[in-house]
């Protein structure tokens, strides 16, 4: 059985002892670019979308994230079924944003210094098939620029561990359900006592800090 079920238990045990040193919710930056011309997607899995979501719309030139599902099929994207059975499906964030603002390349780069690229098992303290890392390439062009990333990565990557982030191409993505949309806006404390809970931001730093 996956260990979905983790997020939550990491809320409950921790947000009584958060709360009883604030009463302010943790504010992330929630500003928007401006749009300059016509927009483009892109589909990344980094673990629990409401974090990979959080960290992509703090990078300028995103329009937005979008948490969702892929890599399965409709019938199976819904959150009960995807965190408590194998349904093929990733977490996912479908990406807006603006190519004259920001690259595709720009933001491949970004995403692998938000995960944690060696845990084939999911990422942080959330574990099951559904939670791995992955870039979903759209096209020849993407492809090319995310193999090519990849290829930079392995040559100079400041860990010793092996990359396993799955590359593979777009296939069909499945928007996750209201209450997952922009859930670190709409519960900040809850939001920010996971994320602490889970470790994410300690094991991207220990990563990445070389």
Not at 77 to 97: I, L, M, P, R
Not at 166 to 180: G, K, L, M, R, V
């Amino acid at each position: 059985m996956k260990k979905s079920a983790s997020r939550l238990a990491i809320v409950g045990a921790l947000s009584f002892a958060y709360l009883a040193i604030t009463h302010v919710g943790f504010a992330e930056d929630s500003s928007k670019s401006t749009i300059t011309g016509a927009t483009k997607t892109a589909v990344f899995a980094g673990g629990c979308f409401w974090c990979i979501e959080s960290d992509f719309e703090k990078l300028d030139g995103v329009i937005g994230a979008e948490s969702g599902y892929t890599g399965g099929s409709e019938e199976t994207a819904d959150y009960k079924t995807v965190s408590y059975t194998e349904t093929g499906h990733f977490e996912a964030v479908q990406v807006e944003y603006d190519p004259k603002k920001v690259s595709y390349s720009e933001l491949v780069e970004y995403f692998w210094r938000h995960i944690d690229p060696t845990d084939p098992r999911g990422q942080f303290c959330d574990k099951g098939s559904s939670y791995r890392s992955a870039i979903f390439y759209d096209g020849s062009e993407e492809q090319a620029i995310v193999e090519k990333s990849l290829a930079q990565l392995t040559l100079s990557k400041p860990f010793e561990d092996d990359i396993v982030t799955t590359i593979t191409h777009a296939q069909p993505f499945y928007s996750a359900e209201d209450y997952h949309q922009d859930y670190y806006k709409k519960n900040p404390i809850r939001y920010r006592v996971y994320r602490t809970g889970c470790g994410r931001d300690r094991r991207v730093a220990q990563l990445w800090s070389k």
